[in-house]
């Protein structure tokens, strides 16, 4: 079984939905993060939380929000999805101790 | 703030040649510095890592990096392409150990027959 699991992997929607991606992990790490993927831009930070009480937005937070349910889940929900938000979608985890990240399969989002 | 600039989004290369890819940073804290790639359909994997030890960073498949600070530079290097180096590569950079993720725009990797 994969350490950081994504659901879902591939998602189709209309505008104005709402829409939730979630995140769990078995790596035990107290960080998780959520990046978005589009071409040319590399991956850029939407939220991230370094323990349950906290969470931080990124550089392009505005129309997301996020859960930090428990250490080993987070989740990214699009209130009322828009066009733009088509994306390529990553969660990621990490230790306090450690620069590196450990990413998710990505979930592949279409907003119509 | 930290930044991050990969120079050639795309880059084409012969198998058995040089494979070279471009990144510098600007941070103004020594940084620790990264290597990803992500192979189609798949999520980002760790290829070598710098965290202000050696200079010459080796890391998984054969590829390799070097720290330049004078240049500011991190460029990713593999002496010889084989098919199955062609994927997305992407540089990344953080103040320090435990913090957040920036990334460069990626570089997608052909190699020709």
């Known amino acids: 079984d994969a350490d950081v699991t994504q659901t879902p992997r591939n998602r189709i929607t209309k505008t104005g939905k709402r829409i939730m991606l979630e995140c769990s992990q078995t790596k035990g790490h107290d960080r998780m993060y959520w990046y978005r993927q589009d071409p040319g831009l590399g991956l850029r930070l939407i939220y991230y939380?370094?323990?349950?009480?906290?969470?931080n937005k990124g550089e392009i937070s505005d129309g997301y929000s996020v859960s930090r349910q428990a250490q080993a889940k987070f989740s990214l929900s699009l209130e009322s999805a828009i066009p733009n938000q088509t994306a390529l979608y990553f969660c990621a985890t990490g230790r306090r101790d450690s620069g590196e990240l450990f990413f998710g399969e990505g979930s592949r989002l279409t907003v119509l | 703030a930290q930044s991050v600039t990969q120079l050639g989004s795309h880059v084409s290369v012969s198998e058995g040649a040089l494979v070279l890819l471009r990144c510098n940073y600007s941070?103004?804290?020594?940084?620790?510095l990264f290597w990803y790639v992500q192979y189609p359909n798949q999520g980002l994997q760790l290829l070598l890592k710098y965290t202000s030890a050696a200079t010459l960073v080796k890391g998984i498949n054969g590829f390799e990096a070097e720290f330049k600070k004078s240049e500011t530079s991190f460029h990713l290097t593999k002496p010889s392409a084989h098919m199955s180096d062609a994927a997305e590569y992407f540089c990344a950079v953080t103040r320090a150990a435990g913090n957040k993720l920036t990334f460069g725009g990626g570089t997608r990797v052909l190699v020709k027959p």
């Open positions: 939380s370094f323990d349950v009480k906290d969470i």
């Open positions: 941070s103004s804290v020594p940084p620790y």
